[in-house]
């Protein structure tokens, strides 16, 4: 087994270790550096609404850098579509020395090597630099397009994924502002329950994936609105206790529309809207559970939602005073709310106020 074979079945063992997208793309740089071996080697990828590269992965820089999408080196491989070395960049017309004027850096040789979907258009530019020994090849152009072709799939993957994942958040806001709108209530009202939901999650300790998947299922908390009838869901007056039943419904009914999906954003939005109404002390609803029988999702909007309602205007009442709600938190404490989520609460409640006052509201209470 010659060398550059081992080498790649050494990084194919790796890559198959690894779940994350961007740690894939780093080993597969890795691995393109020491097949042609460079000191460095730097995937650019391209943004064509903005007509710029940008580094993805970048062997030693400590942060991203951006370039011109028609200037450089890499882009010569983007416009032309094709491979190329330059034996001598400094007295080549396409080499942007900027990078190396900024870093210090010394540039001797450079190979770019275009990336590109199934298309056939370039998504990125690899670009290795700095040959070890002697000058880069066309050997060292297979290895690198053999590296592309296994980024390309990755990257187009990634990129799709966060459309979806784009898609996902865009619908869930407007589903969320449907039941909002239902209730008589402003969007705004979701975009300050998901950044309360935000500080609180953060701070009890939750991931930063998992604080933005509660985050940003958060709008669907009072999706089940959408199947309360508008008699009962805009009385103005003092509901009956048969009216109250069937608002509590809402709950049970977000839960029924999204229990079923397979997607982790919607899986969340439906603990969230079956939950966010049960108390810490067991009596809350739907099922009256207690303590952390109820979960942190449902907790956590429970505090989100409540303060939003209490220190907001609504169609049908004034904002309570901020000193009014923090006597109710400090009587709810440990009965309807978790108590770690209320210190939380507390220690962070210049943050809420400050939430509030950048979402705030298009209506005024009309006496």
Not at 282 to 301: F, M, N, S, W
Request: hydrophobic letters at 40%.
């Amino acid at each position: 087994m010659d060398k550059a074979t081992k080498l790649i079945f050494e990084y194919i063992t790796k890559i198959e270790k690894e779940k994350n997208i961007d740690n894939v793309l780093q080993v597969l740089s890795e691995m393109a550096r020491d097949l042609v071996e460079s000191d460095r080697c730097t995937l650019w990828l391209y943004n064509e609404e903005k007509n710029i590269f940008w580094t993805k992965i970048a062997h030693g820089l400590q942060k991203d850098v951006e370039l011109p999408g028609d200037t450089g080196t890499i882009s010569l491989a983007r416009v032309e579509n094709k491979a190329f070395i330059i034996h001598d960049p400094y007295n080549n017309p396409h080499f942007n020395p900027d990078v190396d004027e900024a870093t210090g850096y010394k540039t001797k040789n450079i190979m770019v090597v275009p990336i590109r979907n199934i298309h056939n258009e370039v998504i990125g530019v690899y670009q290795a630099v700095n040959k070890l020994l002697g000058d880069f090849t066309v050997y060292d152009i297979k290895f690198l397009k053999l590296v592309s072709g296994y980024s390309s799939e990755i990257i187009e993957s990634a990129l799709l994924y966060k459309e979806i994942e784009e898609t996902q958040k865009e619908v869930i806001f407007r589903m969320g502002d449907i039941a909002e709108a239902k209730s008589k209530e402003t969007g705004n009202h979701i975009k300050r329950v998901a950044e309360y939901t935000r500080i609180l999650c953060k701070n009890y300790g939750l991931s930063i994936n998992e604080t933005e998947l509660v985050v940003m299922a958060s709008p669907m908390h009072d999706i089940g609105k959408i199947a309360i009838p508008d008699d009962i869901l805009h009385k103005p007056g003092k509901l009956t206790t048969d009216e109250f039943d069937v608002i509590k419904t809402h709950t049970t009914i977000g839960w029924e529309l999204l229990k079923f999906s397979k997607r982790k954003i919607l899986k969340t939005s439906s603990i969230i809207a079956y939950e966010h109404h049960e108390k810490w002390n067991g009596r809350g609803y739907p099922r009256g559970i207690a303590g952390t029988d109820i979960h942190i999702y449902g907790r956590v909007l429970a505090i989100a939602d409540v303060f939003d309602a209490l220190i907001s205007d609504r169609c049908y009442k004034k904002a309570w005073p901020i000193e009014k709600v923090i006597s109710l938190f400090k009587e709810e404490k440990g009965q309807h709310f978790d108590p770690d989520l209320v210190d939380i609460f507390f220690d962070r409640l210049d943050d809420f106020l400050e939430i509030k006052n950048k979402y705030l509201d298009e209506f005024t209470y009309a006496h």
